[in-house]
Nanobody, 127 residues
């Protein structure tokens, strides 16, 4: 079984920062064997990939957040993080944590490639 719980969302002003956390609870295989990702979905829009991190720590992110967001993981804490800086109103969305056993999917970002999801945490950025 895989359970993911996001936290850290909230309301901030533009140019502010926020740190999201996703706590994973996995039975065998353990958390460290999963690649992890953050997606987001604004009202009326499709869910889009934001950033992902491999088991070995290598990362990838979408161009719209390049240089502003950083994804990281702490396997000892079974947690993946998303540090968001210089937030913009366009970043407003529900942010979801996702997991996939072993490596990132070849077609990342692809929602259908991730079998495990958290319930989401809302991030609202005001002007």
């Amino acid at each position: 079984q895989v359970q993911l719980v996001e936290s850290g969302g909230g309301s901030v002003q533009a140019e502010g920062s926020l740190r999201l956390s996703c706590a994973g609870s996995m039975t065998a295989p353990p958390f460290s064997t999963y690649s992890m990702a953050w997606f987001r979905q604004a009202p009326g829009k499709e869910r889009e990939g934001v950033a992902a991190i491999e088991r070995d720590g290598r990362t990838v992110c979408t161009d719209s957040v390049k240089g502003r967001f950083i994804i990281s993981r702490d396997n000892a804490k079974n947690t993946v993080y998303l540090e968001m800086d210089s937030l913009k109103p366009e970043d407003t969305a529900a942010y979801y944590c996702a997991a996939r056993w072993l490596n990132l999917p070849p077609n990342w970002p692809s929602v259908s490639s991730y079998p495990y999801w958290g319930q989401g945490t809302q991030v609202t950025v005001s002007s």
